[in-house]
Nanobody
Framework: VQLQASGGGLVQAGGSLRLSCAAS????????MGWFRQAPGKEREFVSA????????SYAGSVKGRFTISRDNAKNTAYLQMNNLNSEDTAVYYC???????????????????WGQGTQVTVSS
């Protein structure tokens, strides 16, 4: 299984970025997808997640209303649209996959089975 995160970069405060996570080696539509981030000196934290169907999503309070998670099962890709970025969003962003089960969206990072390598997002103020 490989998860390839991309789309990070340097952006000014108030700007936007769209991250992508391309998955291979798994049946993508059987997996819920999550985005997590880790800022320097901090623990990795939940950002957003989406059920296999795209029908349910969850967001951390700090990004709700600014970030949008989506997926395209035909392309085996998940996305994170990030708008109105601020300096506190600076971090390495990771995508992760968990086999979909009944119930809601999983937000606990230690529940996820597969992880991408991360993509750096830097927001300058």
């Amino acid at each position: 299984v490989q998860l390839q995160a991309s789309g990070g970069g340097l952006v000014q405060a108030g700007g936007s970025l769209r991250l992508s996570c391309a998955a291979s080696g798994l049946t993508f539509s059987n997996y819920d997808m999550g985005w997590f981030r880790q800022a320097p000196g901090k623990e990795r934290e939940f950002v957003s997640a989406i059920k296999w169907s795209g029908g349910r999503t969850s967001y951390a309070g700090s990004v709700k209303g600014r970030f949008t998670i989506s997926r395209d099962n035909a392309k085996n890709t998940a996305y994170l649209q990030m708008n109105n970025l601020n300096s506190e969003d600076t971090a390495v962003y990771y995508c992760a996959a968990i086999r979909s089960m009944g119930g809601g969206v999983v937000t606990a990072l230690n529940a996820y089975s597969y992880w991408g390598q991360g993509t750096q997002v830097t927001v300058s103020s």
